[in-house]
């Protein structure tokens, strides 16, 4: 199956800093891209979609100057953390879907990344 | 709003028992449903989906019904392995729903040899 990889897979900083978390689509080009978040033993929430070379949608109660996407390439989009705080703790995992015909529709999902902020 | 409820876990089962993992949902209209499992430190991958009444999805030995008279799409397997441990997650995709999919809680299977 395609695969969707996630870096890094753990970061940890101070509040107040700003953190970038890579999503790539290692063999396949995915005009859509999504991100989640995940709370301990809760379901991923979806946060935001991304299409190549457009603004990201945004869920209704997700800060888009907070979570800022970037989705420049078929390949690659960026999640940052701005101006991140303790309360931002969290898993937060990347789905991409294929452009191609052969993908259909299927969501292909990164590993996750795991941030936590002191 | 559209939502699904999946049984808490962890559920621990040892090799061969058979496994039912309860979901349930609610939606508009007619959503796909979906069947996702994450082993660990893997991402999460679909294992089977069903898109109308009646469906019957199955993989890997998995299957799983959608019951829209029950609005239910519980997944099952006949006899479990120690491989099959993993966190498994019910999803929906509402009709028109642009590809969002809403997820269940996870329920961690644990099985033991």
């Known amino acids: 199956g395609a695969v969707v990889s996630q870096h890094p897979s753990r970061v940890i900083c101070k509040s107040g800093t700003s953190v970038k978390i890579e999503c790539r689509s290692l063999?396949?080009?995915?005009?859509?891209m999504f991100w989640y978040r995940q709370f301990p033993k809760q379901s991923l929430m979806l946060m935001a979609t991304s299409n190549e070379g457009s603004k990201a949608t945004y869920e209704q109660g997700v800060e888009k100057d907070k979570f800022l996407i970037n989705h420049a390439s078929l390949t690659l989009s960026t999640l940052t953390v701005t101006s991140a705080h303790p309360e931002d703790s969290s898993f937060y995992i990347c789905?991409?879907?294929?452009?191609?015909?052969?993908?259909?529709?299927?969501?292909?999902f990164g590993p996750g990344t795991r941030l936590t902020v002191l | 709003g559209n939502s699904v409820t999946q049984m808490e876990g962890p559920v621990t089962l040892s090799e061969e028992a058979f496994l039912t993992i309860n979901c349930t949902y609610t939606?508009?209209?007619?959503?796909?449903l979906f069947w996702y499992v994450q082993y660990p430190g893997e991402g999460l991958q679909l294992l089977l989906k069903?898109?109308?009444?009646?469906d019957k999805g199955s993989n890997k030995g998995f299957e799983a019904t959608y019951r829209k008279e029950t609005t239910s799409f519980h997944l099952e397997k006949g006899s479990v392995q120690v491989s099959d441990s993993a966190v498994y997650f019910c999803a929906l995709r509402s009709a028109g729903g642009y590809n969002k999919l809403i997820f269940g809680a996870g329920t961690r299977l644990a099985v033991h040899p």
């Open positions: 939606a508009t209209g007619y959503p796909s």
């Open positions: 789905s991409a879907r294929s452009a191609g015909a052969s993908g259909g529709d299927e969501q292909f």
């Open positions: 063999d396949f080009q995915a005009t859509t």
């Open positions: 069903a898109t109308k009444a009646d």
